[in-house]
């Protein structure tokens, strides 16, 4: 009887087991989803799938990150503008930060951080998503050439960007239009009249 007992013992040990494999799995598949939604957005689809809510806060700390490379503000002061606290900023924008020996932060020249702009193309402004200050910057100096040459018809700022393009988060090039005809066309439209390229402001 012993011996059947003892038997008797070992499936249920073996269900035991396999219960405890999958709670750790449900707990894996949890942990996982629960960093996904943490996580920084690194594609336009990803930053879709976003709450609004966050997708407010993400542009505060892209602003935040801006202001600070481009007027040497601090962190507490740039912050305080945007309506976020520092910590969030620190929190999300972690990768375009460098903290400093006195503990105090400051942007670096550049970051991968994603962003949603608008671009020209032939049928008018496109909302994009790009990796990166560096393709922002590039758009920014296209945008200003592209608004004094609507206002003045001064085009020859326009012709340093006659084969360069803007690479998406998905690695597709788009073009910088240099085509006056096109340009002008869409500028009688109104359709480049706005005062961020930005898809969303902060």
Same mark, same amino acid.
């Given at each position: 009887m012993e011996t059947k007992n003892h038997k008797r013992k070992k499936p249920e040990k073996a269900d035991a087991r396999e219960v405890s494999k999958k709670q750790k799995a449900k707990?894996?598949?949890r942990k996982k989803r629960s960093k996904a939604k943490l996580?920084?957005?690194?594609?336009?689809?990803?930053?879709?799938?976003?709450?609004e809510r966050f997708k407010d806060t993400w542009d505060r700390v892209l602003g935040?990150?801006?202001?600070?490379?481009?007027?040497?503000?601090s962190l507490t002061q740039a912050s305080r503008n945007a309506g976020i606290s520092p910590r969030t900023v620190t929190r999300w %924008?972690?990768?375009?930060?460098? @903290?400093?020996?006195?503990?105090k932060y400051v942007a670096k020249k550049s970051d991968n951080l994603l962003r949603l702009v608008m671009i020209p193309t032939p049928d008018g402004p496109r909302d994009i998503a790009v990796k990166g200050s560096k393709q922002v910057t590039l758009l920014a100096e296209y945008w200003?050439?592209?608004?004094?040459?609507?206002?003045? %018809?001064?085009?020859?700022?326009? @012709?340093k960007f006659q084969g360069k393009h803007i690479r998406d988060a998905n690695g597709v090039d788009i073009p910088l239009?240099?085509?006056?005809s096109a340009l002008n066309?869409?500028?009688s439209a109104g359709v480049l009249s706005f005062e961020s390229l930005y898809a969303r402001t902060t």
């Open positions: 707990l894996a598949m996580a920084a957005p690194r594609t336009e689809a990803e930053y879709s799938a976003k709450p935040v990150v801006s202001k600070m490379r481009r007027e040497k503000v %924008g972690k990768a375009a930060l460098q @903290k400093q020996m006195n503990g200003n050439s592209l608004h004094r040459y609507l206002q003045t %018809g001064d085009s020859s700022s326009l @012709k239009s240099v085509d006056l066309r869409l500028g």
